[in-house]
């Protein structure tokens, strides 16, 4: 028998980006430019409905041959001010872990854009977690600001 198991965790995460609140916040939005940024998926891999109920899905290779598999549904947008969103994962041996994240969008002083993310999840079954997790995002929240420069 798989031994079961839940982590809950909570981590928040913040950047300051040289670019407006319209650039970043169209850096969420426009599917193309996330593709890009967030996942490096192949084409086909990666669709996005950004819109509240819209649905967000990514495919590919994972880590040891296995497949990864993410689902996304958005549940709040104010544009140019927050995303909230809710997701799954799986890395091929069935469901990972499920999240609850807020992205907020401030104007900063330097007329950059201050953004804070917050992910509250539940990692399952001895996943790495939020550890694993918080490293994957600050990592895509800096090749965010690569993209944006």
Known sequence: MTDRSVIHATFSLQRTYPAPRARVFDAFANPGKKRQWAYGA????????????????????????????YEGVYQDIVDGERIIYTYTFDYGSGPAGATLATIELADAEDGGTHLKLTEQGAYLDGFDGPKFWESGTTSLLDRLGESLK
Do not use: N, S, Y
């Open 42 to 69: 192949p084409e086909g891999g990666h669709t996005l409905d950004f819109r509240v109920g819209g649905a967000e899905h990514v495919e590919m290779p994972g880590p040891g041959g296995g497949k990864f598999v």
